[in-house]
C-alpha cells in the first residue's frame, strides 16, 4: 500500500539497529552494558506511588479534562510561580501524555505547510521529526563544539527567513547537556522578538543541574519574551516517571486552547492515575529530586574523569541532563572505521557496550553515552570502551 507522504519523510532512528543488537546479544546470555538510556534509573519515589494508588481507591479512573484535571493545572502554575516567579492562569496551560505530547501538538496547531522552525543541533531527535509531520520544514543550524553546542545570536539571526515561524530552545540540552546563561537568552530573545518568531522552549531537564549557575526560563526575562514563549515540561525526568506519560505546556492561551482542541479528539486525556500522582509530585518537597540529583553529580564527574583518558576523544563537560557528549571522530579514525556508526557497532559486539551514535542528533562525529546507571557500570563499561579503542589503534 502507499503510506502518506507525512510518515515517508520521517527519518529511521539511528539507535533502532544499535538497540535491537544489544537486546539480542542480551537474550543471548552477554554481559551487555547500555549507556543508552533516556531515562533515571531510580523508581519513582514512594509517596509518588502511594498518591496514584490512592487514586485507584478512591475510582479516579475515568476520563478527566483533556486539558488535565484543575488540580494538577493549579500545581504547575503554583510551581511556575516558585520556581521563576512566572505567573500563569489555568487557561495558559494544558496537561498532556508526556512532554513529547505536548511537542507533537503545539507544532500541529502552529505550523502551516512550509512554515520553518530553527533547531539547533545537535538536537532531541524527535525535534525535526514532529516538525516534519506538521508539515513544517526544520532548518538545522549547527552549534559549534567550541562554543559548547551552543548557538549563537548572529547564526540564528542569519537563518530567520520570511517562513521563519518558530525557534527551540533546549536548556539544558539533550545530548549536550549544555546549558544557556541569562545573558545568552537575553541575546537570542531579543532576535526572536524582533523578527515576531515563537520560542519553544524544553525545559524537561531543569531540575537536573551540576554546577552553582541556576536554571533561567527565557520566559521569565521579560514580558515581551513570556508572551512570545511556550514552556515544555513534565515529571518525568525530573521525578524519574517516565512511563508516567505526564507533561505539560504553558503560554499563549489561544495556543493552548487549540492545543486541547486537538488533544481531545487525539489522546482524550492524559491517564487519570498519571495526573493524581504528578499531582502528588508537584504538591512535596524537592528532597528526592536532589538526592538523585547528587547521585547523578556523583557519577557525572567520575564519568567524565574516565572518558578524558579514552585515545582520540575529548569531551566537554555538561552542566545538566545525565548525558555526555564525547567526540570520538579521531579515535574513529585511527582505529580504521569509516564513519562513527561502524565504530558503535563493533564496541557493542567486541566489548558488549551499547552507546547512542551522534547522527541523530544532528553530530555524526560523537557519541552519546547515559550515565543513568551505576557507578561500578559506569567504570566497567569505560575500561571495556578504552580496550577496545587501544586494542583498534595498536
Not at 492545543?259 to 491517564?271: E, F, K, R, V
Not at 567504570?379 to 583498534?392: D, G, Q, V, Y
Request: aromatic share 8%; charged share 20%; proline share 5%.
Amino acid at each position: 500500500m502507499e503510506l502518506a507522504n507525512r510518515v515517508q519523510s520521517l527519518t529511521p532512528s539511528s539507535t533502532l539497529a544499535i538497540t535491537a543488537k544489544a537486546n539480542e546479544l542480551k537474550a543471548e546470555g552477554h554481559d551487555v552494558i547500555g549507556l543508552g538510556a533516556g531515562e533515571p534509573d531510580f523508581n519513582t519515589p514512594t509517596f509518588i506511588l502511594d498518591a496514584a494508588k490512592e487514586a485507584m481507591d478512591k475510582g479516579l479512573t475515568k476520563y478527566t479534562p483533556s486539558g488535565g484535571i484543575p488540580a494538577l493545572k493549579a500545581a504547575i502554575t503554583n510551581k511556575m510561580k516558585h520556581d521563576q516567579q512566572l505567573d500563569y492562569e489555568a487557561s495558559q496551560v494544558i496537561v498532556t501524555t508526556g512532554a513529547k505530547h505536548a511537542l507533537f501538538t503545539l507544532f500541529q496547531v502552529m505550523l502551516n505547510p512550509g512554515d520553518e522552525v530553527i533547531v539547533p543541533s545537535p538536537y532531541w531527535v524527535s525535534y525535526p521529526e514532529q516538525v516534519k509531520l506538521a508539515e513544517g520544514h526544520p532548518i538545522v543550524v549547527e552549534g559549534k563544539e567550541e562554543n559548547q553546542f551552543k548557538l549563537t545570536p548572529e547564526q540564528l539571526e542569519a537563518a530567520i527567513t520570511p517562513q521563519t515561524k518558530a525557534f527551540i530552545l533546549n536548556s539544558p540540552s539533550n545530548p549536550t547537556g549544555m546549558m544557556y546563561t541569562k545573558d545568552e537568552l537575553e541575546a537570542l530573545g531579543s532576535i526572536c522578538l524582533k523578527h515576531g518568531i515563537w520560542i519553544v522552549s524544553d525545559e524537561i531537564y531543569e531540575k537536573l543541574i551540576y554546577t552553582e549557575q541556576p536554571h533561567v526560563s527565557i520566559a521569565s526575562l521579560s514580558e515581551a519574551l513570556y508572551n512570545q514563549t511556550i514552556i515544555i515540561n513534565g515529571v518525568s525526568k525530573s521525578h524519574s516517571m517516565t512511563g508516567w506519560r505526564i507533561g505539560y505546556a504553558l503560554g499563549n492561551a489561544q495556543l493552548i486552547k487549540a492545543m486541547t482542541n486537538m488533544a481531545s479528539h487525539s489522546t482524550s486525556n492524559p491517564t487519570s492515575i498519571a495526573q493524581y500522582a504528578a499531582l502528588a509530585a508537584y504538591s512535596a518537597s524537592d528532597d528526592e529530586i536532589l538526592r538523585m540529583r547528587e547521585a547523578f553529580s556523583e557519577r557525572l564527574d567520575r564519568l567524565y574523569s574516565l572518558v578524558t583518558e579514552w585515545p582520540g576523544v575529548s569531551c566537554v563537560k555538561p552542566q545538566g541532563a545525565f548525558y555526555l557528549f564525547p567526540n570520538v571522530k579521531q579515535a574513529v579514525e585511527r582505529c580504521g572505521f569509516a564513519s562513527v556508526d561502524e565504530w558503535v557497532k563493533a564496541l557493542l559486539e567486541e566489548e558488549k557496550v551499547a552507546l547512542v551514535p551522534g547522527a541523530g542528533f544532528g553530530a555524526p562525529d560523537n557519541v552519546r553515552l547515559s550515565y543513568a546507571t551505576s557507578l561500578e557500570q559506569l567504570e566497567e563499561a569505560s575500561l571495556r570502551i578504552k580496550r577496545f579503542i587501544e586494542k583498534h589503534q595498536s
